[in-house]
Protein backbone atom coordinates (compact mmCIF):
# COMPACT_ATOMS: atom_id res chain seq x y z
CA UNK A 1 0.00 0.00 0.00
CA UNK A 2 1.41 2.84 -0.59
CA UNK A 3 2.40 5.79 1.86
CA UNK A 4 0.99 8.99 1.14
CA UNK A 5 1.88 11.05 4.44
CA UNK A 6 4.81 12.70 2.94
CA UNK A 7 3.54 14.74 -0.62
CA UNK A 8 0.40 14.85 -2.62
CA UNK A 9 1.57 13.35 -5.72
CA UNK A 10 -0.83 10.82 -5.58
CA UNK A 11 -3.46 13.55 -4.91
CA UNK A 12 -6.42 14.76 -7.47
CA UNK A 13 -8.84 17.18 -7.11
CA UNK A 14 -12.57 16.99 -8.58
CA UNK A 15 -13.62 20.53 -8.91
CA UNK A 16 -17.32 19.64 -8.22
CA UNK A 17 -15.36 19.37 -4.04
CA UNK A 18 -15.12 23.64 -4.91
CA UNK A 19 -19.14 23.57 -5.58
CA UNK A 20 -18.53 23.29 -9.36
CA UNK A 21 -16.54 26.32 -10.62
CA UNK A 22 -18.60 28.76 -12.48
CA UNK A 23 -22.06 27.54 -11.15
CA UNK A 24 -22.15 30.36 -8.54
CA UNK A 25 -21.76 27.65 -6.19
CA UNK A 26 -18.53 27.79 -3.68
CA UNK A 27 -16.70 30.73 -3.88
CA UNK A 28 -17.01 30.77 -7.33
CA UNK A 29 -13.42 30.74 -8.58
CA UNK A 30 -11.97 30.14 -12.22
CA UNK A 31 -10.04 27.32 -13.34
CA UNK A 32 -7.05 28.86 -13.32
CA UNK A 33 -7.88 30.39 -9.21
CA UNK A 34 -8.35 26.14 -9.15
CA UNK A 35 -5.39 25.25 -11.06
CA UNK A 36 -3.35 27.72 -9.24
CA UNK A 37 -4.59 26.77 -5.63
CA UNK A 38 -4.11 23.06 -6.11
CA UNK A 39 -0.39 23.10 -7.69
CA UNK A 40 0.82 25.18 -4.49
CA UNK A 41 -0.30 22.39 -2.68
CA UNK A 42 1.63 19.51 -4.41
CA UNK A 43 -1.63 18.05 -5.66
CA UNK A 44 -0.88 15.79 -8.42
CA UNK A 45 -3.95 16.38 -10.97
CA UNK A 46 -7.67 17.68 -11.64
CA UNK A 47 -10.72 16.23 -12.55
CA UNK A 48 -12.90 18.60 -14.10
CA UNK A 49 -16.29 18.71 -15.53
CA UNK A 50 -18.14 19.50 -18.81
CA UNK A 51 -19.95 22.62 -18.00
CA UNK A 52 -16.81 24.14 -16.14
CA UNK A 53 -14.86 24.08 -19.22
CA UNK A 54 -17.35 25.14 -21.69
CA UNK A 55 -15.13 26.06 -25.08
CA UNK A 56 -11.36 26.29 -23.52
CA UNK A 57 -11.02 22.77 -23.26
CA UNK A 58 -7.51 23.09 -24.67
CA UNK A 59 -6.34 26.11 -23.30
CA UNK A 60 -7.49 24.76 -19.49
CA UNK A 61 -5.82 21.20 -20.04
CA UNK A 62 -2.20 22.95 -21.18
CA UNK A 63 -2.49 25.11 -18.11
CA UNK A 64 -3.34 21.97 -15.86
CA UNK A 65 0.10 20.79 -17.37
CA UNK A 66 2.32 24.09 -16.88
CA UNK A 67 1.31 23.49 -13.59
CA UNK A 68 2.70 20.63 -13.34
CA UNK A 69 -0.44 18.16 -12.95
CA UNK A 70 -2.33 15.94 -14.93
CA UNK A 71 -6.08 16.02 -16.26
CA UNK A 72 -6.69 13.03 -14.25
CA UNK A 73 -10.32 13.06 -15.73
CA UNK A 74 -13.53 14.58 -17.47
CA UNK A 75 -17.38 14.13 -15.97
CA UNK A 76 -19.22 12.89 -17.37
CA UNK A 77 -20.68 11.31 -19.93
CA UNK A 78 -24.47 11.82 -20.47
CA UNK A 79 -26.91 8.97 -19.00
CA UNK A 80 -26.90 6.19 -21.23
CA UNK A 81 -30.41 4.91 -20.05
CA UNK A 82 -33.22 5.46 -17.99
CA UNK A 83 -35.39 8.59 -17.00
CA UNK A 84 -33.12 10.75 -16.84
CA UNK A 85 -31.74 9.77 -20.17
CA UNK A 86 -31.94 11.76 -23.63
CA UNK A 87 -35.22 10.70 -25.34
CA UNK A 88 -33.30 8.50 -28.00
CA UNK A 89 -30.25 6.87 -28.60
CA UNK A 90 -28.66 8.55 -30.84
CA UNK A 91 -28.88 11.80 -29.33
CA UNK A 92 -27.45 10.26 -26.14
CA UNK A 93 -24.52 9.18 -28.55
CA UNK A 94 -24.33 12.38 -29.91
CA UNK A 95 -23.67 13.82 -26.78
CA UNK A 96 -21.23 10.81 -25.12
CA UNK A 97 -19.19 11.61 -28.09
CA UNK A 98 -19.30 15.54 -27.63
CA UNK A 99 -18.09 14.79 -24.06
CA UNK A 100 -15.26 12.38 -25.64
CA UNK A 101 -14.29 14.99 -27.75
CA UNK A 102 -13.96 17.72 -24.61
CA UNK A 103 -12.03 15.33 -23.05
CA UNK A 104 -9.79 14.64 -25.71
CA UNK A 105 -9.01 18.64 -25.93
CA UNK A 106 -8.40 18.84 -22.52
CA UNK A 107 -6.31 15.99 -22.61
CA UNK A 108 -7.99 13.90 -19.75
CA UNK A 109 -7.36 10.28 -19.48
CA UNK A 110 -10.37 8.96 -18.94
CA UNK A 111 -14.15 10.01 -19.63
CA UNK A 112 -16.14 9.26 -16.36
CA UNK A 113 -19.32 7.30 -17.62
CA UNK A 114 -22.77 6.97 -15.73
CA UNK A 115 -25.09 4.31 -16.60
CA UNK A 116 -28.50 6.15 -16.14
CA UNK A 117 -31.38 4.25 -14.18
CA UNK A 118 -33.45 1.36 -15.11
CA UNK A 119 -35.42 1.83 -18.34
CA UNK A 120 -38.67 2.84 -18.04
CA UNK A 121 -41.41 -0.01 -18.20
CA UNK A 122 -38.62 -2.65 -17.70
CA UNK A 123 -38.89 -3.26 -14.04
CA UNK A 124 -35.39 -4.89 -14.40
CA UNK A 125 -31.73 -4.25 -13.46
CA UNK A 126 -30.59 -6.85 -15.43
CA UNK A 127 -32.04 -5.72 -19.30
CA UNK A 128 -31.40 -2.38 -18.23
CA UNK A 129 -27.93 -3.09 -17.96
CA UNK A 130 -27.99 -4.93 -21.13
CA UNK A 131 -29.06 -1.70 -22.88
CA UNK A 132 -26.54 0.42 -21.32
CA UNK A 133 -23.83 -2.52 -22.37
CA UNK A 134 -25.27 -2.11 -26.15
CA UNK A 135 -24.33 1.62 -25.86
CA UNK A 136 -21.60 1.68 -24.72
CA UNK A 137 -20.25 -1.13 -27.01
CA UNK A 138 -20.97 1.29 -29.85
CA UNK A 139 -19.29 4.65 -28.34
CA UNK A 140 -15.72 2.59 -26.99
CA UNK A 141 -14.42 2.67 -30.57
CA UNK A 142 -14.93 6.58 -31.14
CA UNK A 143 -13.52 6.80 -27.19
CA UNK A 144 -10.28 5.14 -28.21
CA UNK A 145 -9.57 6.47 -31.14
CA UNK A 146 -9.25 9.79 -29.86
CA UNK A 147 -7.25 8.48 -27.04
CA UNK A 148 -10.36 8.44 -24.05
CA UNK A 149 -10.63 5.64 -21.85
CA UNK A 150 -14.37 5.18 -20.56
CA UNK A 151 -14.34 4.84 -16.63
CA UNK A 152 -17.32 3.10 -15.64
CA UNK A 153 -18.59 4.28 -12.34
CA UNK A 154 -21.29 1.99 -10.33
CA UNK A 155 -22.94 4.45 -8.19
CA UNK A 156 -24.64 3.49 -4.94
CA UNK A 157 -27.62 1.37 -4.55
CA UNK A 158 -29.56 4.54 -3.54
CA UNK A 159 -29.52 5.83 -7.27
CA UNK A 160 -30.23 2.18 -8.61
CA UNK A 161 -33.95 3.81 -9.52
CA UNK A 162 -33.15 7.29 -11.90
CA UNK A 163 -29.70 7.75 -11.66
CA UNK A 164 -27.59 4.12 -12.45
CA UNK A 165 -29.31 0.65 -12.94
CA UNK A 166 -25.55 -0.24 -12.24
CA UNK A 167 -24.34 -0.33 -8.65
CA UNK A 168 -21.85 -2.92 -7.70
CA UNK A 169 -18.27 -3.29 -9.09
CA UNK A 170 -19.42 -6.88 -9.80
CA UNK A 171 -21.79 -5.49 -12.59
CA UNK A 172 -19.60 -3.34 -13.94
CA UNK A 173 -16.82 -5.82 -14.50
CA UNK A 174 -19.81 -7.74 -16.15
CA UNK A 175 -20.11 -5.13 -18.82
CA UNK A 176 -16.65 -3.96 -19.66
CA UNK A 177 -16.10 -8.10 -20.47
CA UNK A 178 -19.86 -8.11 -22.44
CA UNK A 179 -19.08 -4.33 -23.97
CA UNK A 180 -15.73 -6.21 -25.91
CA UNK A 181 -13.39 -2.55 -25.74
CA UNK A 182 -10.66 -2.87 -23.79
CA UNK A 183 -11.24 0.92 -23.97
CA UNK A 184 -13.52 0.58 -20.99
CA UNK A 185 -12.20 -0.10 -17.29
CA UNK A 186 -14.00 0.78 -13.98
CA UNK A 187 -13.70 3.55 -11.69
CA UNK A 188 -14.39 2.94 -7.59
CA UNK A 189 -15.97 5.31 -5.47
CA UNK A 190 -16.00 4.96 -1.95
CA UNK A 191 -19.42 6.93 -1.64
CA UNK A 192 -20.59 4.52 -3.51
CA UNK A 193 -18.99 0.94 -2.56
CA UNK A 194 -18.27 1.79 1.21
CA UNK A 195 -21.20 -0.69 2.20
CA UNK A 196 -19.68 -3.11 -0.17
CA UNK A 197 -18.25 -5.94 1.99
CA UNK A 198 -17.59 -8.70 -1.04
CA UNK A 199 -15.42 -5.65 -2.73
CA UNK A 200 -12.34 -7.91 -2.53
CA UNK A 201 -13.88 -10.80 -4.15
CA UNK A 202 -15.73 -8.84 -6.54
CA UNK A 203 -11.94 -7.32 -7.74
CA UNK A 204 -10.53 -10.45 -7.64
CA UNK A 205 -12.27 -10.89 -11.21
CA UNK A 206 -11.04 -7.78 -12.52
CA UNK A 207 -8.81 -9.85 -15.18
CA UNK A 208 -7.91 -7.75 -17.94
CA UNK A 209 -9.97 -5.04 -16.99
CA UNK A 210 -8.43 -1.92 -15.36
CA UNK A 211 -9.51 0.07 -12.71
CA UNK A 212 -9.03 3.67 -14.36
CA UNK A 213 -10.09 5.91 -11.22
CA UNK A 214 -10.02 5.81 -7.69
CA UNK A 215 -12.53 8.93 -5.52
CA UNK A 216 -12.16 9.41 -2.28
CA UNK A 217 -14.59 11.31 0.28
CA UNK A 218 -16.57 9.55 3.06
CA UNK A 219 -20.31 8.23 3.93
CA UNK A 220 -22.00 10.53 7.05
CA UNK A 221 -23.20 8.15 9.53
CA UNK A 222 -26.46 10.29 9.05
CA UNK A 223 -26.39 11.17 5.63
CA UNK A 224 -28.96 14.26 5.10
CA UNK A 225 -29.43 14.06 1.14
CA UNK A 226 -27.74 11.40 -0.44
CA UNK A 227 -26.65 13.74 -3.52
CA UNK A 228 -25.45 16.62 -1.81
CA UNK A 229 -24.36 15.43 1.45
CA UNK A 230 -20.96 13.89 0.66
CA UNK A 231 -18.34 13.78 3.87
CA UNK A 232 -14.71 14.55 3.88
CA UNK A 233 -12.35 12.16 4.80
CA UNK A 234 -12.74 10.94 8.15
CA UNK A 235 -15.96 12.59 8.83
CA UNK A 236 -17.92 9.46 8.23
CA UNK A 237 -18.10 5.70 8.94
CA UNK A 238 -16.09 4.48 5.58
CA UNK A 239 -13.17 1.93 6.05
CA UNK A 240 -11.07 4.41 3.89
CA UNK A 241 -7.56 2.60 4.42
CA UNK A 242 -8.96 -0.77 3.80
CA UNK A 243 -10.77 0.37 0.99
CA UNK A 244 -7.68 1.77 -0.20
CA UNK A 245 -5.87 -1.24 0.11
CA UNK A 246 -8.42 -3.53 -1.57
CA UNK A 247 -8.21 -1.46 -4.40
CA UNK A 248 -4.56 -0.60 -4.79
CA UNK A 249 -4.23 -4.48 -4.11
CA UNK A 250 -6.16 -5.12 -7.56
CA UNK A 251 -3.52 -3.30 -8.99
CA UNK A 252 -4.56 0.43 -9.03
CA UNK A 253 -1.34 3.01 -8.75
CA UNK A 254 -3.29 6.01 -10.18
CA UNK A 255 -4.02 9.20 -8.73
CA UNK A 256 -6.73 9.72 -5.83
CA UNK A 257 -9.52 11.73 -6.84
CA UNK A 258 -11.62 13.99 -4.19
CA UNK A 259 -14.72 14.37 -4.92
CA UNK A 260 -17.52 16.03 -2.38
CA UNK A 261 -20.84 17.14 -3.17
CA UNK A 262 -21.90 18.97 -0.12
CA UNK A 263 -24.40 21.63 -0.57
CA UNK A 264 -24.43 22.69 3.05
CA UNK A 265 -21.30 22.12 4.55
CA UNK A 266 -17.79 22.22 2.46
CA UNK A 267 -19.31 24.48 -0.36
CA UNK A 268 -19.63 27.18 1.67
CA UNK A 269 -16.33 26.88 3.70
CA UNK A 270 -13.06 28.87 1.89
CA UNK A 271 -12.16 26.76 -0.68
CA UNK A 272 -8.33 27.64 0.33
CA UNK A 273 -9.48 26.26 3.83
CA UNK A 274 -11.36 23.38 2.17
CA UNK A 275 -7.84 22.21 -0.01
CA UNK A 276 -5.92 22.53 3.23
CA UNK A 277 -8.05 19.86 4.79
CA UNK A 278 -8.39 17.11 1.83
CA UNK A 279 -4.72 17.70 1.76
CA UNK A 280 -4.24 17.08 5.58
CA UNK A 281 -6.88 13.96 5.76
CA UNK A 282 -5.09 12.45 2.59
CA UNK A 283 -2.37 12.39 4.24
CA UNK A 284 -3.28 10.86 7.85
CA UNK A 285 -6.60 9.02 6.91
CA UNK A 286 -6.66 8.15 3.46
CA UNK B 1 -43.87 -20.55 -8.13
CA UNK B 2 -46.70 -19.83 -6.74
CA UNK B 3 -49.53 -18.84 -8.33
CA UNK B 4 -51.16 -15.78 -6.45
CA UNK B 5 -53.56 -15.18 -8.86
CA UNK B 6 -56.88 -16.57 -6.99
CA UNK B 7 -56.36 -16.10 -3.29
CA UNK B 8 -54.60 -13.90 -0.55
CA UNK B 9 -53.95 -16.88 1.02
CA UNK B 10 -49.96 -15.80 1.18
CA UNK B 11 -50.63 -12.34 1.46
CA UNK B 12 -49.79 -10.07 4.87
CA UNK B 13 -50.39 -6.74 6.22
CA UNK B 14 -47.44 -5.26 7.80
CA UNK B 15 -49.60 -2.88 9.48
CA UNK B 16 -46.82 0.41 9.04
CA UNK B 17 -48.09 0.29 5.50
CA UNK B 18 -51.30 1.84 6.98
CA UNK B 19 -49.33 4.52 9.02
CA UNK B 20 -49.03 2.82 12.08
CA UNK B 21 -52.06 2.60 14.18
CA UNK B 22 -52.51 4.38 16.97
CA UNK B 23 -50.10 7.03 15.92
CA UNK B 24 -51.91 9.69 14.06
CA UNK B 25 -50.79 8.74 11.27
CA UNK B 26 -53.02 7.33 8.60
CA UNK B 27 -56.87 7.06 9.25
CA UNK B 28 -55.84 5.57 12.72
CA UNK B 29 -57.55 2.65 13.00
CA UNK B 30 -57.84 0.37 15.54
CA UNK B 31 -56.31 -3.42 15.95
CA UNK B 32 -59.48 -4.45 15.50
CA UNK B 33 -60.76 -2.53 12.92
CA UNK B 34 -57.15 -3.86 10.70
CA UNK B 35 -57.69 -7.28 11.35
CA UNK B 36 -61.49 -7.22 10.33
CA UNK B 37 -60.52 -5.61 7.41
CA UNK B 38 -57.31 -7.81 6.02
CA UNK B 39 -59.74 -11.06 7.31
CA UNK B 40 -62.63 -9.52 5.04
CA UNK B 41 -60.37 -9.56 2.53
CA UNK B 42 -58.76 -13.23 3.04
CA UNK B 43 -55.39 -12.45 4.01
CA UNK B 44 -53.44 -15.06 5.68
CA UNK B 45 -51.51 -12.84 8.36
CA UNK B 46 -50.53 -9.59 10.48
CA UNK B 47 -47.32 -8.10 11.45
CA UNK B 48 -47.41 -5.66 13.91
CA UNK B 49 -45.22 -3.34 16.21
CA UNK B 50 -44.44 -3.10 19.29
CA UNK B 51 -45.75 0.23 19.56
CA UNK B 52 -49.09 -0.64 18.06
CA UNK B 53 -49.87 -3.50 20.46
CA UNK B 54 -48.61 -2.15 24.01
CA UNK B 55 -49.94 -4.27 26.82
CA UNK B 56 -52.48 -6.25 24.92
CA UNK B 57 -50.14 -8.23 22.92
CA UNK B 58 -52.26 -11.89 23.91
CA UNK B 59 -55.69 -10.34 23.63
CA UNK B 60 -54.93 -8.70 19.91
CA UNK B 61 -52.67 -12.31 18.83
CA UNK B 62 -56.14 -14.29 19.74
CA UNK B 63 -58.47 -11.34 17.60
CA UNK B 64 -56.29 -12.47 14.54
CA UNK B 65 -56.05 -15.69 14.50
CA UNK B 66 -60.17 -15.96 15.86
CA UNK B 67 -60.17 -14.27 12.61
CA UNK B 68 -58.80 -16.57 10.28
CA UNK B 69 -55.18 -15.11 10.36
CA UNK B 70 -51.95 -15.53 11.44
CA UNK B 71 -49.46 -13.44 13.56
CA UNK B 72 -46.81 -13.16 10.70
CA UNK B 73 -44.13 -11.55 13.16
CA UNK B 74 -43.65 -8.18 15.29
CA UNK B 75 -41.48 -5.30 14.37
CA UNK B 76 -39.22 -4.81 15.44
CA UNK B 77 -35.82 -5.25 17.99
CA UNK B 78 -33.78 -2.46 19.17
CA UNK B 79 -30.89 -1.39 16.77
CA UNK B 80 -28.34 -3.70 18.17
CA UNK B 81 -25.50 -1.37 17.82
CA UNK B 82 -24.47 2.14 16.30
CA UNK B 83 -25.27 5.35 16.72
CA UNK B 84 -29.24 5.06 17.56
CA UNK B 85 -29.04 1.91 19.55
CA UNK B 86 -28.99 2.45 23.45
CA UNK B 87 -26.16 3.46 25.47
CA UNK B 88 -24.85 0.16 26.89
CA UNK B 89 -25.74 -3.49 25.62
CA UNK B 90 -27.41 -4.16 28.94
CA UNK B 91 -29.95 -1.94 27.93
CA UNK B 92 -30.14 -2.81 24.73
CA UNK B 93 -30.27 -6.55 25.55
CA UNK B 94 -33.25 -5.62 28.08
CA UNK B 95 -35.36 -4.12 25.07
CA UNK B 96 -34.61 -6.63 23.13
CA UNK B 97 -35.88 -9.44 25.56
CA UNK B 98 -38.67 -7.21 25.61
CA UNK B 99 -40.01 -7.30 22.30
CA UNK B 100 -39.36 -11.34 22.58
CA UNK B 101 -41.80 -11.34 25.50
CA UNK B 102 -43.90 -9.01 23.26
CA UNK B 103 -43.78 -11.67 20.19
CA UNK B 104 -44.61 -14.61 22.42
CA UNK B 105 -47.55 -13.09 23.96
CA UNK B 106 -48.69 -12.14 20.72
CA UNK B 107 -48.26 -15.42 19.21
CA UNK B 108 -45.96 -13.75 16.30
CA UNK B 109 -43.53 -16.76 14.59
CA UNK B 110 -40.91 -14.32 14.10
CA UNK B 111 -39.85 -11.08 15.38
CA UNK B 112 -37.91 -8.66 13.15
CA UNK B 113 -34.18 -7.67 14.15
CA UNK B 114 -32.30 -4.96 12.78
CA UNK B 115 -29.01 -4.37 13.09
CA UNK B 116 -28.42 -0.77 13.75
CA UNK B 117 -25.16 1.48 12.02
CA UNK B 118 -22.01 1.43 12.26
CA UNK B 119 -20.09 1.67 15.84
CA UNK B 120 -18.81 4.77 16.08
CA UNK B 121 -15.01 5.47 15.89
CA UNK B 122 -14.88 2.16 14.40
CA UNK B 123 -15.00 3.20 10.63
CA UNK B 124 -15.87 -0.63 9.70
CA UNK B 125 -18.58 -2.77 8.73
CA UNK B 126 -16.86 -5.82 9.86
CA UNK B 127 -16.33 -4.63 13.28
CA UNK B 128 -20.02 -3.90 13.70
CA UNK B 129 -20.76 -6.61 12.09
CA UNK B 130 -18.64 -8.55 14.86
CA UNK B 131 -20.66 -6.71 17.76
CA UNK B 132 -23.90 -7.09 15.67
CA UNK B 133 -23.12 -11.26 15.98
CA UNK B 134 -22.32 -11.29 19.72
CA UNK B 135 -24.91 -9.93 21.12
CA UNK B 136 -27.06 -11.97 18.54
CA UNK B 137 -25.58 -14.34 19.73
CA UNK B 138 -26.20 -14.34 23.69
CA UNK B 139 -30.35 -12.82 22.98
CA UNK B 140 -31.10 -15.91 20.89
CA UNK B 141 -31.10 -18.63 23.38
CA UNK B 142 -34.02 -16.46 25.07
CA UNK B 143 -36.18 -16.01 22.30
CA UNK B 144 -35.55 -19.49 21.26
CA UNK B 145 -36.95 -20.76 24.67
CA UNK B 146 -40.02 -18.30 24.08
CA UNK B 147 -40.89 -20.02 20.44
CA UNK B 148 -39.85 -16.69 18.63
CA UNK B 149 -37.44 -16.99 16.03
CA UNK B 150 -35.17 -14.27 15.08
CA UNK B 151 -35.69 -12.78 11.59
CA UNK B 152 -32.14 -10.70 10.92
CA UNK B 153 -33.08 -8.42 7.73
CA UNK B 154 -30.68 -6.85 5.79
CA UNK B 155 -31.63 -3.02 4.96
CA UNK B 156 -30.89 -1.27 1.69
CA UNK B 157 -27.12 0.20 1.64
CA UNK B 158 -28.32 3.75 2.22
CA UNK B 159 -28.84 2.95 5.75
CA UNK B 160 -25.37 1.56 6.15
CA UNK B 161 -24.25 4.76 8.71
CA UNK B 162 -26.79 4.77 11.48
CA UNK B 163 -29.98 2.35 11.00
CA UNK B 164 -27.93 -1.06 9.21
CA UNK B 165 -24.41 -2.11 9.26
CA UNK B 166 -26.00 -5.37 8.10
CA UNK B 167 -26.58 -4.48 4.03
CA UNK B 168 -26.45 -7.35 1.91
CA UNK B 169 -28.21 -10.99 2.18
CA UNK B 170 -24.18 -12.61 2.02
CA UNK B 171 -23.60 -10.87 5.00
CA UNK B 172 -26.72 -11.87 7.06
CA UNK B 173 -26.43 -15.40 6.28
CA UNK B 174 -22.72 -15.24 7.72
CA UNK B 175 -24.06 -13.75 11.08
CA UNK B 176 -26.64 -16.39 11.12
CA UNK B 177 -23.63 -18.70 11.31
CA UNK B 178 -21.56 -17.48 13.07
CA UNK B 179 -23.89 -16.13 15.71
CA UNK B 180 -24.43 -20.15 16.17
CA UNK B 181 -28.31 -20.40 16.89
CA UNK B 182 -30.59 -22.70 14.70
CA UNK B 183 -33.19 -19.73 15.75
CA UNK B 184 -32.09 -17.30 14.30
CA UNK B 185 -33.11 -16.49 10.03
CA UNK B 186 -33.23 -13.74 7.88
CA UNK B 187 -35.79 -11.78 5.74
CA UNK B 188 -36.13 -10.68 2.55
CA UNK B 189 -37.17 -7.33 1.83
CA UNK B 190 -37.60 -6.15 -2.01
CA UNK B 191 -37.23 -2.38 -0.63
CA UNK B 192 -33.86 -3.78 0.82
CA UNK B 193 -32.64 -6.01 -2.01
CA UNK B 194 -34.48 -5.15 -5.47
CA UNK B 195 -30.64 -3.61 -6.53
CA UNK B 196 -28.85 -6.74 -5.55
CA UNK B 197 -28.10 -8.61 -8.87
CA UNK B 198 -26.11 -11.22 -6.73
CA UNK B 199 -29.10 -12.38 -4.57
CA UNK B 200 -29.78 -15.85 -5.90
CA UNK B 201 -26.09 -16.46 -6.05
CA UNK B 202 -25.98 -15.13 -2.47
CA UNK B 203 -29.09 -17.39 -1.18
CA UNK B 204 -27.30 -20.47 -2.81
CA UNK B 205 -25.30 -20.61 0.29
CA UNK B 206 -28.15 -20.57 2.10
CA UNK B 207 -27.71 -23.81 3.88
CA UNK B 208 -29.26 -24.62 6.55
CA UNK B 209 -30.28 -20.75 7.44
CA UNK B 210 -33.96 -20.53 6.88
CA UNK B 211 -35.96 -17.71 5.45
CA UNK B 212 -38.51 -16.56 7.64
CA UNK B 213 -40.03 -13.52 5.94
CA UNK B 214 -40.52 -12.44 2.49
CA UNK B 215 -41.80 -8.43 2.40
CA UNK B 216 -43.49 -6.57 -0.68
CA UNK B 217 -43.33 -2.91 -1.72
CA UNK B 218 -41.68 -1.19 -4.27
CA UNK B 219 -38.66 1.46 -4.99
CA UNK B 220 -39.97 4.32 -6.90
CA UNK B 221 -37.96 5.33 -9.32
CA UNK B 222 -37.40 8.99 -7.87
CA UNK B 223 -37.65 8.35 -4.65
CA UNK B 224 -38.11 11.67 -2.65
CA UNK B 225 -37.21 9.95 0.64
CA UNK B 226 -35.59 6.81 1.73
CA UNK B 227 -37.82 6.12 4.95
CA UNK B 228 -40.82 6.91 4.52
CA UNK B 229 -41.50 7.04 0.69
CA UNK B 230 -41.76 3.43 -0.88
CA UNK B 231 -43.71 2.63 -3.60
CA UNK B 232 -47.01 -0.06 -3.82
CA UNK B 233 -46.18 -3.20 -6.11
CA UNK B 234 -46.06 -2.28 -9.63
CA UNK B 235 -45.78 1.33 -9.29
CA UNK B 236 -41.57 1.34 -9.26
CA UNK B 237 -39.39 -0.60 -11.05
CA UNK B 238 -38.40 -3.72 -8.71
CA UNK B 239 -38.59 -7.00 -10.81
CA UNK B 240 -40.92 -8.47 -8.24
CA UNK B 241 -41.20 -11.50 -10.10
CA UNK B 242 -37.74 -12.57 -10.45
CA UNK B 243 -37.28 -11.58 -6.49
CA UNK B 244 -40.18 -13.86 -5.36
CA UNK B 245 -38.96 -16.80 -7.40
CA UNK B 246 -35.32 -16.48 -6.44
CA UNK B 247 -36.93 -16.45 -3.08
CA UNK B 248 -39.04 -19.50 -3.25
CA UNK B 249 -36.37 -21.43 -5.43
CA UNK B 250 -34.53 -21.16 -2.08
CA UNK B 251 -37.26 -22.85 0.04
CA UNK B 252 -39.59 -19.84 0.75
CA UNK B 253 -43.24 -21.05 1.15
CA UNK B 254 -44.54 -18.29 3.98
CA UNK B 255 -46.44 -15.49 3.76
CA UNK B 256 -45.53 -12.37 1.68
CA UNK B 257 -46.13 -9.30 3.47
CA UNK B 258 -46.86 -5.62 2.44
CA UNK B 259 -44.48 -2.79 4.27
CA UNK B 260 -45.21 0.10 2.36
CA UNK B 261 -44.19 3.45 4.17
CA UNK B 262 -45.00 6.06 2.53
CA UNK B 263 -45.96 9.31 4.11
CA UNK B 264 -46.89 11.36 1.50
CA UNK B 265 -48.75 8.87 -0.39
CA UNK B 266 -50.70 5.89 1.11
CA UNK B 267 -50.67 6.73 4.40
CA UNK B 268 -52.95 10.04 2.97
CA UNK B 269 -55.10 7.22 1.61
CA UNK B 270 -58.70 5.56 2.85
CA UNK B 271 -57.19 2.94 4.75
CA UNK B 272 -60.08 0.56 2.70
CA UNK B 273 -58.13 1.90 -0.78
CA UNK B 274 -55.16 0.88 0.53
CA UNK B 275 -56.20 -2.63 1.21
CA UNK B 276 -58.00 -3.19 -1.67
CA UNK B 277 -55.16 -1.84 -3.76
CA UNK B 278 -52.86 -4.56 -2.39
CA UNK B 279 -54.49 -7.37 -3.05
CA UNK B 280 -55.43 -6.39 -6.63
CA UNK B 281 -51.57 -5.86 -7.19
CA UNK B 282 -50.87 -9.00 -4.88
CA UNK B 283 -52.74 -11.11 -7.66
CA UNK B 284 -51.39 -9.41 -10.78
CA UNK B 285 -47.71 -7.86 -10.02
CA UNK B 286 -45.99 -9.89 -7.54
Not at 54 to 67: L, T
Not at 179 to 191: E, F, H, L, T
Amino acid sequence: MRDFSNDCANLALNTATLGHMLEGRGAGWSPEQVIDACAERGFGGLVLWRREVGGRAFEIGERVRAAGMQVAGLCRSPFLVGPLAFNSVSETVEDFNAAVDTAAELGAATLTVVAGGVVAGSHSMSESLKAVTEILASVAPYAERNGVKLGLEPLHPVYGGDRSCLVTVRDALAICRNAGSKNIGIAIDVYHVWWDLALEEQLSTLGDVRILGYHLCDWLAHTKDTLLDRGMMGDGVSDLRKIRRVVEDAGYDGLCEVEIFSEDDWWLRDPEDVLDTIVQRFKTVC
